[in-house]
């Protein structure tokens, strides 16, 4: 549980999982995410089983099509940590549960995967992170948990709410 009670920031994360056991792991993940120091888990979707999404158009689609479901989920997370320090956290429970990034075969299976969608109104575009996460408008999988917990959370980009970006799709 966090260190002390102001939490200055409010950030979405989506979570995902394919290899079993996808449940339990996405447990997990939120379990270490709130046992840190600097990190609250504040609110979380239901887990959705989804079918894995080829990135692209269809001759260029990147991605193994032969793969299993995903379960996905959304976290709210209260945090003192700057959005590349609570990213660098994301990225090291994702390799405590398995994850290599640089093994796996980009957009393929994954045993755990975070990314931070949102963290306040922060727009922000550098080589390792990108906010708001810059396909969460297309993707219902991160959508539809993060409308569950958060409906009126809003893309400081466009303004539009996460209900009305699922509405949207």
């Avoid at 991605?63 to 090291?92: C, F, K, R, S």
Wanted: proline share 7%.
């Amino acid at each position: 549980m966090a260190e002390n009670g102001d939490m200055d920031h409010l950030a979405a994360i989506s979570l995902g999982s394919n290899l079993s056991p996808r449940r339990e792991t996405l447990a997990l993940a939120l379990e270490l995410l709130d046992e840190h120091r600097f990190v609250r888990v504040t609110a979380v979707s239901g887990y959705i089983e989804t079918e894995p999404v080829l990135v692209g158009s269809d001759d260029d689609a990147v991605g193994p099509e032969d793969q299993p479901n995903y379960y996905n989920a959304a976290a709210l997370i209260e945090t003192t940590l700057a959005p590349q320090e609570l990213l660098a956290v994301m990225q090291n429970i994702e390799g405590r549960l398995g994850r290599c990034r640089e093994t796996e075969i980009r957009f393929g299976p994954r045993t755990c995967d975070l990314d931070l969608i949102l963290f306040d109104d922060c727009i922000l575009n550098t080589p390792i992170l990108t906010l708001p996460h810059p396909r969460m408008a297309e993707r219902e999988f991160v959508l539809r948990p993060l409308a569950e917990i958060a409906p009126k959370l809003r893309d400081p980009i466009t303004g539009k709410t996460i209900a009305q970006l699922l509405k949207a799709l």
